[in-house]
Each structure stands twice: as structure tokens, then as C-alpha cells.
């Protein structure tokens, strides 16, 4: 079945220190993957998305994502986090017929 | 461009009333989906559409829930009757197919519904 999972559900960092999120997805076939952005008492954003070409993905706010399909993995990453990256991550992704399927999210507090 | 509108944003009612939310997609996208979000199960996708026509209604938890696109610019979900573990924020989405084709969602602000 398509899938998309997350590993951390929860994430504490402080300010500037280094961020990696994990996504592994289970598609057969051509995959669309993304990394939506939630932040408090908002709506979904995109923040990045891989179609094809470079897997190495740059979006917006200095994230940055790797499509590495020999691991199933889309992981997010930024080099330092400020406070203002607070919210909740969610990876998801699409093969055919244009169904999101999201992950559980992964809910980044970074402390000031 | 105006974004996704739903409405109403909150809504708070009893347990057995009918709830309606509604959705405005982006003009020209043809894709539209509703999600429901809690604390316990995410983002879980209930239906979506394609040019007005259902295509997957695989996530409408049960026959209490219904869901409509009479026309390209308009969309609602029904619950009837209301339970409280249907509490949660409805996001409504929409999308296209366009040259890119990459299927992303452009997110509404939700209706957060709270049932008593």
C-alpha cells in the first residue's frame, strides 16, 4: 500500500543548530514527494517539493530536502534553525491519480 | 489571485445537528480534496474530486459524511448527524493539473468544528 512515514514526532532544538526530518515512502512507480510546513494556528504551506531532475531539493526559508530513491527517503534538513521555524512538518507524497497521501507530521519546537 | 476560502472557519455544535462546511477552490484548479486533521490520527485524506466528479471517497469514515462539487467553484461537506469524536479542523484543498504537473496543494484556513 502507498505510504508515507515520519520518523520523529516530536523534534527540541535551539536556535541555530542543525535539522534533519525523516520521511521514507513506500510507492511503486513514479513519485511526486513534498514537505508541507504548518505553522501555529495556520494552514498548510508548501515549503519544497521533487518531481524529477536534481534530487537535491532547495525551498523556501533555507530548507532544503534529498530525494534518495535507493532508500525511500525525502528527508528535510537546514543548516541552522531560528525560533520562527516552530510548527509542524509534514511530508507527503503523490503517484497517479493525484492522491496526497501525508505523514504523521513531525512537530519542531526550537527554543530561543 | 484569492487563495482557498472555506467556511465558516469555527463552528461549534451539538451532538445529532447537521454540520455543513463549504469550500471555494482556487478558479481554474480541477482538483479539490478535504482533509480532517486531529491530535490522534494527523491529516487524513476523506474524498477528493477531479472536475466535479468523486473520484476516491475511500476516507469518508461513514455514511454520516457526505460530500458535493456542484460546480467547479464550490464544494461542501455534510456530516449528519454530528458526533463528538468528529471534532477536529477540516482543511479543504485544490489543485491542477497544469504544465508542471506536479499535484501541489494550495491549503484553505480550515474549519475548526467542535462537536458538544
Known amino acids: 500500500a502507498q505510504s508515507v512515514s515520519q520518523h520523529n514526532h516530536h523534534v527540541i532544538l535551539s536556535e541555530a543548530a542543525s535539522l534533519e526530518l525523516g520521511c521514507n515512502y513506500s510507492y511503486g512507480g513514479t513519485v511526486n514527494l513534498f514537505w508541507y510546513v504548518q505553522y501555529p494556528g495556520q494552514h498548510l504551506q508548501l515549503l519544497l517539493k521533487?518531481?524529477?531532475?536534481?534530487?537535491l531539493v532547495k525551498g523556501i526559508k533555507g530548507f532544503e530536502a534529498e530525494f534518495i530513491k535507493s532508500k525511500f527517503s525525502f528527508n528535510l534538513r537546514k543548516p541552522s534553525v531560528q525560533w520562527s521555524d516552530t510548527a509542524e512538518y509534514f511530508c507527503?507524497?503523490?503517484?497517479?491519480?493525484?492522491?496526497?497521501?501525508f505523514g504523521a507530521g513531525t512537530r519542531l519546537f526550537v527554543k530561543a | 489571485d484569492a487563495g482557498v476560502i472555506q467556511s465558516p472557519r469555527h463552528e461549534v455544535t451539538e451532538m445529532g445537528q447537521e454540520v455543513t462546511l463549504r469550500c471555494k477552490p482556487i478558479s481554474g484548479h480541477d482538483y479539490l480534496f478535504w482533509y480532517r486533521q486531529t491530535m490522534m490520527r494527523g491529516l487524513e485524506l476523506l474524498i477528493y474530486?477531479?472536475?466535479?466528479?468523486?473520484?476516491?471517497d475511500s476516507g469518508m469514515p461513514e455514511d454520516r459524511f457526505s460530500a458535493k462539487m456542484p460546480n467547479a467553484s464550490f464544494s461542501t461537506l455534510k456530516i449528519q448527524p454530528s458526533e463528538p469524536r468528529d471534532s477536529a479542523v477540516y482543511f479543504c484543498a485544490s489543485s491542477t493539473a497544469g504544465t508542471s504537473n506536479t499535484g501541489e496543494l494550495f491549503f484553505g484556513e480550515g474549519s475548526r468544528l467542535t462537536v458538544l
Open positions: 521533487y518531481f524529477s531532475g536534481d534530487p
Open positions: 507527503a507524497g503523490i503517484t497517479g491519480g493525484f492522491k496526497t497521501i
Open positions: 474530486f477531479n472536475n466535479n466528479v468523486p473520484i476516491d
